[in-house]
């Protein structure tokens, strides 16, 4: 496990790259709120909208999760329950502070991922990204 990219996975940086060339400005893995002890993957601060491109097994995808180690099955089933519980608690944690999160699988098509993370941004702050 210790090898597993936690972050630059090659589904983060399609996204980053489309989301850069169409102008938008952001961090990469930061804890959104002071304290919070969870990071996420691209972080827009003034529209306050925290972004997390999950990887199907880690976060148990309806498409591809199913597809488990057979060795110690209990464990991993286990493992993914608490990550998606970590996930929602993460979102809750969010919302209530005024964020909004954007979760979205790793297999799904990185220019519709940016066309929505655009979208969010701009109703959030009313300013379209630099070129456009």
Sequence with gaps: ?????????APEM???RLLHAAGLRYRVDRAPLPGLRRRAD???????VALFIDGC??????DHGSRRTLSNAE????????NRERDKDTDDRLRNAGWLPIRVWEHEDPESVVRMV???????TGKLPHGR
Excluded: N
Excluded at 1 to 9: A, G, P, S, V
Excluded at 75 to 82: A, L, P
Excluded at 118 to 124: G, S
């Design 75 to 82: 464990y991993w089933s286990e493992k993914v329950r608490r």
């Design 57 to 62: 097994f880690w976060h148990g995808c309806p």
């Design 42 to 48: 691209v972080v827009f601060g003034p529209a306050k």
């Design 118 to 124: 655009i979208r969010e941004v701009f109703l959030r």
């Design 1 to 9: 496990m210790q090898r597993q990219r936690t972050r630059d996975t």
């Design 14 to 16: 399609a996204v980053r």
